[in-house]
């Protein structure tokens, strides 16, 4: 009761919602007051007797700990900070309720997710040097008094890393899910085969470590330049790095989708197995031009022994509802001159190679479901007609996810204008390469997911927003980040703030702070001042 008569208090000192608090993405509800609570010399975190509160608990004690330089205890229940179980339900899943005072911080929810995310923004209230891994001294380490309820307004706010163009090691993907989990984002789409490598260990079918995983060279410069470095390139996780990864992952309440791809960007595996290809006598290579291959999976009854085997694999590894195949940029060209192909379609009675395309969705989606997990494609799947369980992930513009919506699919919002994180972020003169197009921080952060010609019922179907990290000309950790963040702040903001909550001038302000955090744990965002110091190609001077 203490604690409502405080937020009431709060209500009635309060000047500007957001004058003081300066956090990403933005609160649904703040209220301020004059003041601030001070962590104690030997401040205590206390949490409810549960294996995942306490979990939440501990990493908070870490952090403060490693910052503060003090020892900062977990208890059973009540602390001077306390994560505290509410039956509150309009909070829902992810929702929590903090509230800072003169006795401490309250951090209440319905779940420990909720309670996790509460956590985050209790770090961004204090001090951005809270996110130093090493004591900071002459730090005040405060809290300003303040009551918020915050719950997101989509329930999937994402962002997808590429590791077949360029592979990234696994401490980097640690890194990568700690940002995504810091800016309340909740899934981590992993795409993991392609053209121009595959990345995943399969026992059944070793060669896709031995010969899928690497390529013979790395095209350099931009693709118009048809330049190699002439260098060997490998890369590929095991299946217990994969389940390192994934536990890290649900630690920090993130959700990983893995991608495997099809019928599509299949070259990497038919270079191991070319008897899945149209040409079982064609000698494959791993692919080591960007852009898509002609060569795909021709949809006899061994190749889907394949496909469903490598999904059994996948999903044994991965408990996530979601399972991406990919579907996209799939060339028809082989399969227009394949006799095996055409009697297909006419067996099937299908229309034409979009409908056969469409057979091999159905196929698998059917089989996705029938492991009790859901599939999502790339709106490619749309084309042929949409397989009946399918979750449709629109990024050719938004066009493909109305659709979907209006035929009661659920959809992810990614159109490449808005949330392609590899299109250059400033004057191309002035940026290392990349892969084309402009894409700046306002106008990431100027899109709005739910379409206006959506009915209320048809916009039920819109589960959220995801960033898209293609990795051809990102060849190191330092620069995807680089093109990664801050715009992907802009976009978990979209995710989880009302549309009528964001503004893009309150978010610049609020950014130059968090980029101070940015700063203390690391993170080479475009425009940090550690920019000189990672490696790229920059483009020759016109």
Not at 361 to 381: S, V
């Amino acid at each position: 009761m203490k604690r409502f008569l405080f937020g009431l208090i709060c209500c009635v000192l309060v000047h500007s919602a957001f004058a003081q608090i300066n956090v990403i993405p933005k609160p649904t509800q703040v209220l301020t007051a004059k003041g601030a609570w001070t962590l104690k010399a030997k401040t205590k975190v206390g949490a409810p007797a549960d294996a995942k509160w306490s979990h939440v608990a501990d990493m908070l004690a870490s952090q403060l700990s490693k910052a503060t330089g003090q020892s900062v205890a977990t208890v059973k229940g009540k602390g001077d900070i306390s994560l505290v179980l509410s039956s509150d339900t309009s909070l829902g899943e992810e929702g929590y309720r903090l509230l800072s005072t003169p006795k401490g911080v309250t951090i209440q929810a319905q779940t420990a997710k909720g309670a996790f995310y509460g956590v985050q923004t209790l770090l961004q209230l204090l001090p951005a040097e809270v996110f130093s891994e090493t004591p900071v001294a002459g730090v005040k380490w405060t809290v300003p008094y303040v009551t918020i309820k915050d719950m997101p307004r989509y329930a999937y706010r994402g962002l997808m890393l590429d590791v077949c163009r360029h592979f990234m090691p696994v401490e980097f993907v640690k890194k990568y899910i700690d940002l995504i989990a810091l800016h309340k984002q909740n899934q981590f789409h992993w795409h993991l085969t392609d053209d121009q490598g595959w990345r995943i260990e399969i026992k059944k079918y070793p060669e896709l470590k031995t010969i899928s995983s690497k390529r013979k060279e790395t095209m350099k410069g931009h693709y118009r330049d048809q330049k190699f470095d002439g260098r060997p390139y490998e890369g590929f996780y095991t299946q217990e790095q994969i389940k390192e990864v994934i536990q890290y992952a649900e630690d920090r309440f993130v959700n990983v989708i893995p991608e495997i791809e099809m019928p599509g960007h299949a070259l990497a595996a038919l270079a191991a197995y070319p008897q899945l290809g149209n040409n079982p006598d064609k000698i494959y290579e791993v692919g080591t031009k960007w852009g898509v291959y002609d060569d795909v999976f021709m949809p006899r009854e061994e190749t889907f022994k394949f496909l469903e085997d490598v999904l059994t694999e996948v999903i044994d590894l991965f408990p996530s509802k979601y399972i991406h195949i990919g579907g996209d940029e799939c060339p028809k060209v082989q399969w227009k001159e394949s006799r095996f192909a055409q009697n297909l379609i006419q067996k099937e009675g299908l229309k034409d190679e979009h409908g056969l395309q469409s057979y091999v969705i159905k196929r698998i989606d059917k089989f996705i479901t029938a492991k009790g997990r859901r599939m999502i494609g790339w709106d490619e799947i749309l084309e042929g007609g949409l397989s009946p369980n399918a979750t449709v992930m629109s990024w050719r513009g938004t066009e493909g996810g109305i659709a979907a919506a209006k035929e009661r699919h659920d959809v992810i919002m990614t159109p490449g204008g808005f949330c392609y994180l590899d299109h250059y972020q400033a004057d191309p003169k002035t940026q290392p390469v990349a892969f084309g197009g402009f894409t700046d921080l306002a106008k990431s952060y100027s899109f709005e997911p739910t379409p206006a010609d959506l009915s209320a019922e048809e916009a039920k179907h819109i589960l959220g927003v995801q960033g898209n990290v293609w990795t051809e000309y990102m060849k190191t950790p330092a620069y995807v980040q680089y093109m990664v963040w801050p715009r992907a702040t802009a976009l978990a903001e979209v995710g989880w703030t009302s549309k009528e909550g964001r503004n893009f001038e309150d978010f610049s302000k609020r950014l130059e702070i968090h980029k101070k955090r940015l700063d203390f744990l690391g993170v080479n965002y475009f425009g940090a001042p550690t920019n000189d110091k990672f490696e790229y190609v920059w483009p020759e001077k016109k």
